[in-house]
C-alpha cells in the first residue's frame, strides 16, 4: 500500500546546528503515528517540515507517492490544503469569531461564498462541540476551546493527513480530556495522523504506532507496547520510564 505522506532522508539546520539528521517516516492511510522524545529531539521541526513551515536543506516530501516542490507556490498551497496543521498555540484570529475562524480559509483559500462557508465553519464546530461558541472571539474561549476552533478550522479543507504538535501541552490537566476526545474522535472516524505528544498514556491509547527521536534521529519505532514496555533501546525505555513516572505522579 503506497503511504498518504512520506518523509524520505530529511535534514534541517537551524542556527547552524542540524536539528534533523536524515530522518525518513511513512503515514498509511488511516494510520495515527505518535512521536516522542526529549525536548530538543527534532520532534517538532521534523513535523512542521512536512508541512514545509521549516524547509529541509536535504531530503523530500511526498503527498501519495507524488514529491511536492515547495519552491512551486502552486504545489506547496495545494499541499497546506491537504496536509492540515495544529500548533500547540492555537494560531487563531483574535478579531474574528470562532465561526469566522473556521470559515476563513474556505473564503480566501478555496474561493467560498461566506454563507456557504460559514454553514460548513457551523458543521465543523459543531463537530468538535463548539456551536454553542460560535459567536465567541477567542478571548471568550478556554485554551481547550481554542484548540477545538483551530481543529474544526482544519477540518473544513478536508485535509487527508493531520500534524498535530503537541496539542494539548498549553492546556491546564482539565481542559485535555476535551481535545483529546475530539482526537480519538477523529482517529475513529478515519483520520490520518501524526502527532507530537509527551503525554504516554494519550499515546498508547491511539497510535498505530509510536515513533522514539532523539538528538534529530530515529532511534525507535514500533507498536506502543512494545516501545513502552518492551524496547529494544536501553535509552527508549528510560524515557517512557521517566514519562510515565511524571504522568503518575501529576
Do not use: W
Not at 91 to 119: M, P, S, W, Y
Not at 197 to 213: G, K, P, R
Amino acid at each position: 500500500m503506497q503511504p498518504i505522506l512520506s518523509a524520505e532522508n530529511i535534514h534541517i539546520k537551524l542556527g547552524g546546528q542540524e536539528i534533523v539528521k536524515g530522518v525518513s517516516l511513512s503515514v498509511e492511510q488511516r494510520e495515527i503515528k505518535v512521536l516522542i522524545g526529549p525536548s530538543g529531539a527534532g520532534k517538532s521541526t521534523f513535523l512542521q517540515s512536512l508541512n514545509f513551515l521549516v524547509l529541509p536543506e536535504q531530503g523530500s516530501v511526498s503527498l501519495e507517492g507524488h514529491p511536492v516542490n515547495p519552491e512551486n507556490k502552486k504545489e506547496l498551497y495545494a499541499h497546506r490544503q491537504q496536509v492540515g496543521m495544529i500548533f500547540q498555540d492555537f494560531n487563531l484570529f483574535d478579531h474574528l469569531t470562532a465561526l469566522d475562524n473556521t470559515a476563513v480559509g474556505l473564503i480566501r483559500v478555496k474561493g467560498l461564498k461566506k454563507k456557504q462557508a460559514r454553514e460548513r465553519g457551523m458543521a465543523e464546530l459543531a463537530r468538535v462541540g463548539l456551536e454553542k461558541q460560535a459567536g465567541q472571539y477567542p478571548a471568550e474561549l478556554s485554551g481547550g476551546q481554542k484548540q477545538r476552533v483551530s481543529i474544526a478550522r482544519s477540518l473544513t479543507m478536508d485535509p487527508k493527513v493531520m500534524l498535530l504538535d503537541e496539542p494539548t501541552s498549553a492546556l491546564d490537566p482539565e481542559l485535555i480530556g476535551g481535545v483529546h476526545g475530539v482526537i480519538k474522535d477523529l482517529a475513529e472516524a478515519g483520520m490520518t495522523m501524526l502527532i507530537v505528544t509527551h503525554q504516554l498514556y494519550f499515546a498508547s491509547s491511539l497510535a498505530n504506532e509510536i515513533v522514539f527521536m532523539e538528538n534529530g534521529k530515529i532511534l525507535e519505532q514500533g507498536q506502543p507496547e512494545k516501545i513502552l514496555n518492551q524496547a529494544e533501546h536501553a535509552r527508549t525505555r528510560e524515557f517512557c520510564s521517566k514519562i510515565t513516572k511524571m504522568g503518575t505522579s501529576g
